[in-house]
């Protein structure tokens, strides 16, 4: 019976357990593909802003008058 109760007690703190680590864990993975995705964004804002700069200046080339 003792063998019992302790084997309840301690499946019951396992499961206690689990319910405290589990959300944490989905958040931090959560937390990391966020990031990443943010990276990507990153790289691929300073991609455009750098074809932007390169476009600005071919057109301020056109834009010159020309002797």
Do not use: W
């Amino acid at each position: 019976m003792r063998y019992l109760l302790l084997l309840v007690i301690l499946a019951s703190v396992l499961l206690t357990s689990c319910e405290f680590f589990i959300p944490h864990t989905s958040d931090a993975l959560s937390q990391s593909s966020q990031t990443e995705e943010l990276q990507k964004q990153t790289k691929l804002i300073e991609r455009q802003t750098e074809a932007l700069e390169q476009l600005s200046d071919s057109v301020e080339k056109l834009a010159q008058p020309r002797n």
